[in-house]
């Protein structure tokens, strides 16, 4: 990934983000995890994000996320995380309506509620199959989608994604590996849709490294599957470094039992999903691992504004929230009222920034992230290589 800064066409939005950003400041120091419960619930606000028809003549956004059900908390959490976007910049003409992908008729039902309501632009789902579910509406009345799925394979055909892939995460982390001298490398990946993508993923990085893959394993989600994962993988021959794709919790586990197998040198390698557990510490098994995801520097101090004004902490996700809201009041300029959403401004090669860095999507509708690595260590996660500040053009 290139580490040159922004190209200059794209030098003033960038710093219209600068300046959210600096509205950011005083970033706390904490990692901030979900916490369970019942859906937030937000305070009055100025209307700037609602529920029904809207009666003005703004540019109009839909917000399709769960905000009841299962996933109530994580819905609401990035709706909160929009309507302060759009507070911080003070919306330049956008009006954001929420819609409940879990209510009655599911996420074609808030689609179809949306585009009646004369939405341009949709906001989510959050999940994959719902994504898939409203693809065909939203496709037939011409209405781009910026989801935040993690799925890649619902992306394209005027569908956008800036959720957060393993893939880019497996190969920044296989990429600073080998720059640091790893040339042999095994991977033990869980079953599932995650596992073959990881593993997809995890070989290709590999191949663009220069280094060999060594072998790959897969385990079903128990201790005795995954113990006899890691003695197969032993067998295949001595490597430099092990990819563990899974959860903190399976990571631990798996890294205490390559670590007993002799393989103390062996380099471990993780994914963006531990990124939001500083638990990771109390493991020395884990200490020297790495991991590649988005910065939390400006995360952090999202958390504390919106612990401050919902009494609450904001899911990991809520960024995802936060920066399609600053994505949409910057090409707002480039709206008129009452016209089709220019989709093609989400095109540029420059990119954009928010609270999770820079990012851009490439030509398969995917967001492309510059992404930091990280280092476990006793003391806490260390930034050993700082994700970039841009894209080269």
Known sequence: MASQRLSGQRHSALSRFGILCMALALAGCQAILPRSGPPETPPPTQGEITTGIPEDGLRRVALLVPTSGNNAGVGQSIANAANMAILD?????????????????????AANRALSDGSRLILGPLLADNVRALASVAGNASVPVIAFSNDTSVAGNGTYLMGFTPDQSIARVTSYAAGQGARRFAALVPEGLYGRRASAAFAQAVRDSGGVLVGTRTYARSRRSLQLAVTQLNGEGQFDAILIADSGTTAREAAQMV???????????????????????RDPAMHGALFASVSDRMFNTLSNRYRSRFSRDPYRLSSLGYDAALLVVRISREWAIDRPFPAGELRDAGGFSGVDGAFRFGSDGVAQRALEVQQIRASGFTVVSPAPTGFGG
């Open 89 to 109: 910049t003070g919306g330049e003409g956008v009006r954001i309506t929420t819609y409940d992908t879990a209510g009655t008729g599911g996420a074609i039902a």
């Open 259 to 281: 670590r007993d197998r002799g393989a103390t040198e062996t380099q471990i390698l993780g994914t963006e999903l531990w990124n939001n557990q500083p638990d990771l510490i």
